[in-house]
């Protein structure tokens, strides 16, 4: 089956340091295996999640912020099997690249995932996409027989930004605040929306909530986004699994109890 999981969906400092939502980035089943920003916990919730992190194809980190990059080193030892062997990608935004060593650079083949460089992983075609003031992060484009699958990483709204996800079938977007916070190097509801209508994918999914976002509920702040522009939204939670044929979402059993309220 065609997925992605959602190994964590945290986002911002506080969340991160007091794991109110995991960490761990996404995990997604495509044509290859390959996780998407493993954050600090990301090794423990693939494991967690049932999913085998010596199965990975491929590591991607859209920039230098510790929610994004911490697990990368790890998840290549299991990618590499105990670094026994060279095996994989690991595809890095430029300001990324000194934040895994040497040696586990050494074990893999090494993309820098600049905006708009398209490379393969395996049979797996991805593109990097631009992002807007979040210090040289990439979003990343998953050209994948199951549809088009799209991330924004951190970023920013900019109207320069919607021609990079135009024919996504599902759209994930970093949500960190509510619609009553506005930042200018983060999405809130209210840009999230702005990109979802020009973009209008089959599915969109927020992710990557911070403090007030958790506070407010994501699930609220979802039904907002579906009501304003007519395409479906959901708040991942954690250990949420999205199927990608049906885009129908489950939870597994064996995922914490304050994950499945909204909280
Ligand atoms: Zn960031």
Same mark, same amino acid.
């Given at each position: 089956?065609?997925?992605i999981?959602?190994?964590?969906?945290g986002?911002?400092?506080?969340?991160?340091?007091?794991?109110?939502?995991y960490s761990?980035g996404?995990w997604?089943?495509?044509?290859e295996?390959?996780a998407?920003?493993?954050?600090?916990?990301?090794?423990i919730?693939?494991?967690q999640?049932?999913?085998?992190?010596?199965?990975?194809?491929?590591?991607l980190?859209?920039?230098?912020?510790i929610?994004?990059?911490?697990?990368?080193?790890?998840?290549?030892?299991?990618?590499?099997?105990?670094m026994?062997?060279?095996?994989?990608?690991?595809a890095?935004?430029?300001?990324?690249?000194?934040?895994?060593?040497d040696?586990?650079?050494?074990?893999? /083949?090494?993309?820098?995932?600049?905006?708009?460089?398209k490379?393969?992983?395996?049979? +797996?075609?991805? @593109?990097? %996409?631009?992002? $807007?003031?979040?210090g040289?992060?990439?979003?990343?484009?998953?050209?994948?027989k199951?549809?088009?699958?799209?991330?924004?990483?951190?970023?920013?709204?900019?109207?320069?930004?919607?021609?990079?996800?135009?024919g996504?079938?599902?759209?994930?977007?970093?949500?960190?605040?509510?619609?009553?916070?506005?930042?200018?190097?983060h999405?809130?509801?209210?840009?999230?929306a702005?990109?979802?209508?020009?973009v209008?994918?089959?599915?969109?999914?927020?992710?990557?909530f911070?403090?007030?976002?958790?506070?407010?509920?994501?699930?609220?702040e979802?039904?907002?986004?579906? /009501?304003?522009?007519?395409?479906?939204?959901?708040?991942?939670?954690?250990?949420m699994e +999205?199927?990608? @044929?049906? %885009?129908?979402? $489950?939870?597994?059993v064996?995922?914490?109890?304050?994950?499945?309220?909204?909280?």
């Amino acid at each position: 089956m065609a997925s992605i999981t959602f190994l964590g969906t945290g986002g911002g400092r506080f969340v991160i340091l007091n794991q109110r939502r995991y960490s761990g980035g996404l995990w997604l089943d495509l044509e290859e295996t390959v996780a998407m920003d493993p954050g600090p916990g990301a090794l423990i919730r693939a494991l967690q999640f049932k999913k085998d992190p010596q199965k990975l194809n491929g590591v991607l980190v859209s920039h230098n912020h510790i929610d994004h990059y911490n697990d990368a080193e790890i998840l290549v030892e299991a990618m590499t099997r105990g670094m026994k062997t060279k095996r994989g990608t690991l595809a890095l935004a430029v300001n990324a690249l000194d934040y895994v060593s040497d040696y586990h650079k050494s074990f893999v /083949e090494l993309i820098t995932a600049e905006p708009q460089k398209k490379f393969r992983i395996g049979s +797996l075609k991805i @593109e990097a %996409l631009p992002t $807007s003031n979040h210090g040289g992060a990439v979003g990343f484009r998953f050209h994948s027989k199951h549809g088009e699958i799209t991330c924004t990483a951190d970023t920013a709204y900019d109207k320069e930004l919607v021609k990079h996800y135009k024919g996504s079938k599902v759209l994930i977007m970093n949500t960190i605040f509510p619609s009553s916070k506005e930042i200018d190097v983060h999405l809130n509801t209210r840009t999230a929306a702005l990109l979802l209508k020009a973009v209008r994918p089959k599915l969109a999914v927020l992710q990557h909530f911070g403090m007030t976002m958790l506070n407010c509920g994501p699930e609220k702040e979802a039904k907002k986004i579906e /009501e304003e522009t007519g395409i479906r939204t959901i708040a991942a939670r954690d250990g949420m699994e +999205l199927d990608l @044929e049906t %885009l129908a979402e $489950s939870m597994p059993v064996n995922v914490r109890q304050s994950c499945l309220g909204s909280y």
